[in-house]
């Protein structure tokens, strides 16, 4: 898998908008940009998914630049439980049989009461 | 929909016994899962990809007598720790692949594993 890369740590207040940025310069064409986040002593969970077009459910929005070679994970009103590691990843859609989904060192969230 | 129960979530085990973990889809059929282990305050290396009927693959540096993987069937996936020691002691995540145009992986809750 392509090699994301995240700064280590952030810090927001509560009930502000939080941007997560990842860069990811050796996007292929074929690689979904996926975000998980894991909270303390549980697995991680899926957050949000996009290949080019930028991207909200429920839970987030997806900023994806144009040349793909970078993206932001938005929270658009960030609260206490959104503490968490958050885990910007690349997968290859097509990768069937050989398929890996490796996880580099995330951005631990703060938020500040 | 996509949910994966993995169990036990805690274990204490003594030195030199083994342990399996169980990693289980509920609602879909996993052809692949994967098999994690995390230190405290570092991200998830990934151990093993098991395809459903056939030999784990392993990642570099993982020993396949250690941590034995077996995904018998399309809705289980186990990794037995034999022969424990205190070093082997981590949580145990395990993922299933979910072929839902882009979407990825859906993660077990964990397992923490202490031997003693």
């Known amino acids: 898998d392509a090699k994301t890369t995240q700064p280590n740590s952030m810090e927001s207040n509560e009930e502000e908008p939080v941007h997560l940025p990842c860069n990811h310069s050796?996007?292929?064409?074929?690689?979904?940009i996926h975000w998980y986040r894991q909270l303390p002593s549980q697995g991680p969970e899926y957050v949000i998914h996009?290949?080019?077009s930028n991207v909200n459910n429920r839970m987030a929005s997806l900023a994806i630049a144009e040349d793909r070679k970078s993206s932001t994970l938005i929270l658009h009103r960030a609260t206490l439980r959104d503490a968490a590691v958050y885990y910007c990843?690349?997968?290859?859609?097509?990768?069937?049989?050989?398929?890996?989904?490796?996880f580099g060192t995330g951005t631990r969230l703060t938020i500040i009461p | 929909g996509a949910v994966v129960s993995q169990h036990p979530s805690r274990v204490i085990c003594k030195s030199g016994t083994s342990v399996k973990i169980e990693c289980r889809s509920l609602?879909?059929?996993?052809?692949?899962m994967f098999w994690y282990r995390q230190f405290p305050k570092k991200s998830l290396m990934l151990m093993a990809t098991?395809?459903?009927?056939?030999?784990?693959?392993?990642e570099q540096g993982v020993e396949k007598d250690k941590f034995l993987i077996n995904h018998a069937s399309l809705t289980l996936s186990t990794l037995t720790v034999t022969s424990a020691h205190p070093e082997d002691s981590s949580f145990y995540i395990c993922?299933?692949?979910?072929?839902?145009?882009?979407?990825?992986?859906?993660f077990g809750s964990g397992t923490r594993l202490t031997v003693v």
């Open positions: 996009g290949l080019t």
């Open positions: 990843i690349l997968r290859l859609l097509s990768n069937f049989g050989n398929e890996k989904l490796t």
């Open positions: 993922s299933a692949s979910y072929r839902v145009l882009g979407y990825g992986y859906t």
């Open positions: 609602d879909f059929q996993a052809t692949t």
């Open positions: 050796t996007i292929s064409g074929t690689d979904y």
């Open positions: 098991s395809n459903e009927g056939s030999k784990a693959t392993y």
